[in-house]
């Protein structure tokens, strides 16, 4: 088998996270327990290093119940819980922005893809990052675009599956569709139904499909539906707008402001005032 395939089965087929077991863990995790909820815990005490090393030389407590991972798997972990908040901070932006403009009271998915009608050949993986790069140079136009519609920033992730297509191949080569697309989480506005093919067609000049718009209630289902492609193709998560550099006080407050001081710089949650 040729070794460009090779490396695309490694690609579609790599398992992510178990259904069963643990998430985020593989064969090379140096412990990796059965899942099971009715387990108990199970703590050993274990010198962390070298005992007499100075500052690192003590005891410590390892549960047996959770796994121990190898170092991708637990980037793997972190690198999706910093998604998770970062989805969580638009959720609490929107719900700080709504209290005053109910328009933005709800965050939107918003998906889109890059339109072609490539067939890949000869190279699958080749032919995969460039539509990923193709479609990489268009988004600063179409995050202009949805600027323009009022959506003011958010945090979004690159995707590209890849489908094999069935093929005869006595009498045609092996051929394979990819397709490459963005998940985005937002802080925008509310879409009048009259208004919604209209905004939803607005990226077909710059050569992306139509925009697939949901206003999602809670953000613990969509970090996990967004967490998934990190984890796959090894994307990294980007931020935009607004949502740029938050100041640290507004990471974790979830609160609508409408009963805060008018002198308030910040939310009374973050001090634990009550």
């Not at 675009?145 to 489908?163: A, D, M, N, P, Q």
């Amino acid at each position: 088998m040729p070794t460009a395939i090779k490396r695309l089965e490694a690609i579609i087929l790599s398992p992510l996270t178990s259904k069963e077991g643990w998430s985020y863990t593989c064969p090379k995790c140096p412990w990796n327990p059965p899942k099971d909820p009715n387990d108990v815990e199970d703590y050993v005490r274990v010198v962390r290093t070298d005992p007499n090393h100075p500052k690192y030389g003590y005891l410590t407590s390892i549960n047996l119940k959770y796994p121990k991972r190898c170092n991708s798997c637990e980037a793997a972990k972190k690198r999706n819980s910093r998604l998770g908040k970062s989805i969580a901070r638009v959720f609490g932006m929107s719900a700080g922005i709504g209290s005053f403009y109910a328009s933005y009271n709800y965050p939107k998915l918003i998906t889109f893809a890059l339109l072609h009608d490539y067939y890949s050949t000869n190279d699958p993986i080749d032919d995969r990052a460039r539509l990923v790069e193709e479609l990489n140079s268009k988004l600063p136009g179409a995050i202009k675009l949805l600027k323009s519609k009022g959506t003011l920033g958010g945090t979004f992730v690159l995707e590209c599956s890849t489908k094999l297509i069935w093929s005869d191949l006595a009498t045609e080569p092996q051929m394979w569709r990819h397709h490459p697309h963005v998940h985005m989480v937002a802080v925008s506005n509310f879409v009048h139904w009259k208004k919604l093919s209209n905004y939803c067609e607005m990226l077909l000049p710059l050569g992306l499909g139509r925009i697939n718009l949901k206003a999602p209630r809670s953000s613990k289902p969509v970090a996990r539906y967004i967490g998934k492609y990190l984890a796959k193709d090894g994307f990294r998560a980007r931020t935009f707008g607004i949502m740029r550099k938050v100041p640290k006080w507004e990471r974790q407050c979830f609160c609508k402001h409408d009963d805060m001081s008018v002198n308030a710089t910040y939310c009374n949650c973050i001090t634990g005032a009550s």
